[in-house]
């Protein structure tokens, strides 16, 4: 497994989630429950994962989405 990302920032968490699995990468959530120990802030990033051999590609999404987000 390869870390894609780790943010707090749920929209974009959220928004990679869906353009991965559009691209047909099957994303995993890290850290989703650590809501618990925190207390709700949202203070603790969370992770998203993608296969080894999916790294390469879901990082070109990634990169695509924050382009489509800075209105290049």
């Known amino acids: 497994m390869k870390e894609i990302i780790r943010t707090t920032d749920p929209v974009l968490l959220s928004a ?13 959530q890290f850290d989703t429950h650590m809501s618990i120990v925190e207390g709700s ?4 990033p969370r992770r998203i994962m993608v296969a080894d051999e999916d790294e390469a590609q879901a990082l070109r999404v990634l990169e695509a989405l924050r382009r489509e987000a800075e209105g290049r």
């Open 16 to 28: 990679l989630d869906d353009a991965l699995r559009q691209a047909g990468i099957e994303p995993l």
């Open 41 to 44: 802030l949202g203070v603790l």
